[in-house]
């Protein structure tokens, strides 16, 4: 019993391992496509942008200049009553109405761009 | 992790790229499922943060506003065009059915001109096509639409304090926990097969 507890266990958690996979696959996919939403990106620097889940989105950018190389981490959090972002741990700042129009206009382009790409995947395996 | 995957991770750049890191890792049946849940999460995300952003942005809620009603002002012209085409075409019919109408006894006055009543055929074909094409007119909702009042921004409490705050940051650290970006140099940068993508 205990043997058979532990194989289902196994499997549960084996399942679970997987799926998470699966979606760090999809993001990095996706990411690649947010990326690119914004056009042309400099040469040495890596840019993404993409849905973590249902109420965050995250900017990633990381480029090297001769002061060393920078990693930049944008978060943005969905609340019922607007939008924070944060960068770091320390600040949560309300977004001006610019970056709030260009999110805005960010979230719908990865739904146009992303989700068909997603469905093209589905038929694809 | 296995390094491997770490890697492929972080090279996926197409569709081909998935196919052949698919086999490893799992069925086709469950990634069409992760698949499909991603494509709900994304949807779920645009109607939140859309709806957030209106709520806390008066002025991006007007200018959508107005786009909205530029294009609906847009659909209601072509719609408008698309029944006045149609009505005229009744018109038509209905002159025309007069024109073929037994000639009248030579009265001298219009007023003794039998009108073409409603009974006739080709008026009740007229009046069909009036009635199908007013029927088609979109109903005004404009004062269903909810009234959005600008809300005071709450200052969020610092990190630490909400556990939902630091599992999203949990989350976003997970993603690229399993990504080679961060241990990357310029050179490397400009090393990554399929980088030259976004230049």
Redesign the interface.
């Known amino acids: 019993m205990s043997r058979l507890l532990d194989f289902v266990l196994g499997h549960q958690q084996s ?1 679970a391992e ?2 998470a ?10 990411a ?1 496509i947010g ?2 939403l914004f056009g ?8 993404e942008f993409f ?8 900017w ?1 950018e ?1 480029w ?1 200049d001769r002061s060393g ?1 920078h ?1 930049s ?1 944008t ?10 972002k ?1 960068q770091g ?2 600040s ?1 700042q ?2 001006s ?1 610019t970056e ?2 260009n ?2 206009n960010a ?2 382009l ?2 146009q761009r ?2 068909p790409e ?5 038929h ?2 | 992790m296995s390094n491997k995957t770490r890697i492929t991770l972080s090279n996926l750049h197409g569709i081909e790229d998935l196919k052949s890191w698919l086999p490893h890792h799992a069925s086709s049946a469950e990634f069409a499922q992760r698949d499909a849940m991603r494509i709900d999460r994304i949807s779920q995300a645009l109607s939140h943060t859309r709806s957030a952003l209106l709520t806390s942005n008066p002025e991006l809620a007007e200018e959508s506003h107005m786009s909205n009603y530029r294009h609906t002002d847009e659909s209601s012209a072509q719609e408008r065009l698309r029944i006045e085409n149609r009505v005229g075409e009744a018109l038509r019919a209905k002159t025309q059915a007069a024109q073929t109408l037994p000639a009248q006894p030579n009265s001298g006055t219009f007023e003794k001109i039998t009108p073409i009543t409603e009974n006739t055929e080709l008026d009740i074909k007229a009046r069909t096509l009036l009635a199908e094409a007013l029927g088609d007119i979109p109903a005004d909702t404009s004062s269903q639409r909810p009234a959005i009042e600008p809300e005071t921004i709450t200052p969020l409490p610092p990190a630490g304090v909400s556990k939902e705050i630091d599992d999203a940051q949990s989350k976003v650290d997970d993603v690229f926990r399993d990504s080679e970006f961060s241990e990357l140099n310029y050179e490397d940068l400009n090393n990554i097969p399929g980088s030259d993508q976004f230049v």
């Not at chain 1, 042309?40 to 840019?47: A, F």
């Not at chain 1, 849905?51 to 995250?58: K, N, S, Y």
């Open positions: 399942s997987r799926a996979e699966i979606d760090r696959a999809l993001i990095h996919f996706e690649k990326g690119d042309p990106i400099p040469k040495g620097v890596r840019r849905c973590l889940d249902e109420r965050t989105w995250v990633h990381e090297s190389r990693v981490t978060r943005y959090d969905v609340r019922p009553n607007g939008v924070f944060s741990n320390n949560y309300a977004l109405p709030a129009r999110l805005f979230v719908y990865y739904y992303v989700v997603l469905m093209r995947l589905q694809a395996n």
